[in-house]
Nanobody, 123 residues
Framework: QVQLVESGGGLVQAGGSLRLSCAASGRTFSNYAMGWFRQAPGKEREFVAAIKWSGGMTYYADFVKGRFTISRANANSVYLQMDSLKPEDTAVYYC?????????????????WGQGTQVTVSS
């Protein structure tokens, strides 16, 4: 079965950096887009970034442009490099695999999800 496992979350001061990793298995991931979403307490899950596995095209939410970078490596790893972190970036971050090879920004287009990793940014 498809499994996505995130790691790399933690506590960091404002202005700091974290690198999230997503290890994927159980699917030919090169056929599908991958995304990162986040959910803060009391808020809905929101799109952060996505990447087309084939070709590497990326797309970002406006609030992370210039600070976060999504990338992929080999056949089953996706990363989210987060720099210049702000307290408002505090959330549980989720890795997800889309049902299509095209970049999509809505959560319902992603049938497979990891368990999430907590990112906390202190001021």
């Amino acid at each position: 079965q498809v499994q996505l496992v995130e790691s790399g979350g933690g506590l960091v001061q404002a202005g700091g950096s974290l690198r999230l990793s997503c290890a994927a298995s159980g699917r030919t991931f090169s056929n599908y887009a991958m995304g990162w979403f986040r959910q803060a307490p009391g808020k809905e899950r929101e799109f952060v970034a996505a990447i087309k596995w084939s070709g590497g095209m990326t797309y970002y939410a406006d609030f992370v442009k210039g600070r976060f970078t999504i990338s992929r490596a080999n056949a089953n790893s996706v990363y989210l490099q987060m720099d210049s972190l702000k307290p408002e970036d505090t959330a549980v971050y989720y890795c997800a695999s889309a049902r299509t090879g095209s970049i999509v920004v809505i959560a319902s287009a992603y049938p497979y999800w990891g368990q999430g990793t907590q990112v906390t940014v202190s001021s």
